[in-house]
């Protein structure tokens, strides 16, 4: 079974600084890898989707890395913002056989970005 | 605007009642699935369906019922015999199959439900 960790579980930061969130799972023969954000009381927004096959996607202010041989994805977020804030989750998709496979979620790293 | 919608965005139920969650999506996606949200554990999967008239159990099926009947619409019941029901209930769906399929998950807002 595919165990999805991610570190730390809460980030208190100021404003302005550049922050690394991670994540880490257990298996590595996965179909692709997610970051998510969610608000309070929201559902989930997709941030970034980085394919087995690739080894990094950006979007803005965001860097998604993945290394799938050791397991691991990190989420750069540079110059926070308070807008930031969120709780910040990962998913790993895996691939069986033919078929998409179910996804495995971490339980998220809650962020505070203070002014 | 192609979604997912989820409703009642809030629902209060009393012991012994069944209720129904509706999710629905124009996206046309094949697959839909339901998680359970609580404080500090994670998202918990309770049902998903990779295609109409079919679905399969997640983690957590006991106490929960599902139907999908249209490729649009995957209901979630959750009857009497979940014994702690109390908690926020997330639809999502993806593309189904492989081919050219990022496999991307779409979320719906979310409904919370709440037994006195």
């Known amino acids: 079974k595919q165990e999805v960790t991610q570190i730390p579980a809460a980030l208190s930061v100021p404003e302005g600084e550049n922050l690394v969130l991670n994540c880490s799972f257990t298996?590595?023969?996965?179909?692709?890898l997610q970051w998510f954000r969610q608000d309070p009381g929201k559902g989930l927004t997709s941030l970034l989707l980085i394919q087995s096959s690739q080894r990094e996607q950006t979007s803005g202010r965001l860097n998604a890395s993945l290394d799938k041989s050791s397991g691991r994805s990190t989420l750069y977020i540079a110059a926070s913002q308070p807008g930031d804030s969120a709780t910040y989750l990962c998913a790993v998709r895996l691939l069986r056989g033919s078929t998409l496979g179910r996804l495995y979620f971490g339980r998220g790293t809650q962020l505070t970005v203070w002014p | 605007d192609g979604g997912i919608t989820q409703s009642p965005k809030y629902l209060f139920r009393k012991e012994g009642q069944n209720v129904t969650l509706s999710c629905e999506q124009n996206l046309n996606h094949d697959a839909m699935y339901w998680y359970r949200q609580d404080p500090g554990q994670g998202l918990r999967l309770i049902y998903y369906s990779q295609i109409v008239n079919d679905f399969q159990k997640g983690d957590i099926a006991e106490g929960y019922s599902v139907s999908r009947e249209k490729k649009e619409s995957f209901p979630l019941t959750v009857t009497s015999a979940q014994k702690n029901p109390t908690a926020f209930y997330l639809c999502?769906?993806?593309?189904?199959?492989?081919?050219?399929?990022?496999?991307?998950?779409?979320f719906g807002e979310g409904s919370r439900l709440t037994v006195l």
């Open positions: 999502a769906s993806s593309i189904g199959g492989l081919a050219g399929n990022t496999g991307e998950l779409f």
């Open positions: 298996d590595s023969a996965i179909y692709n």
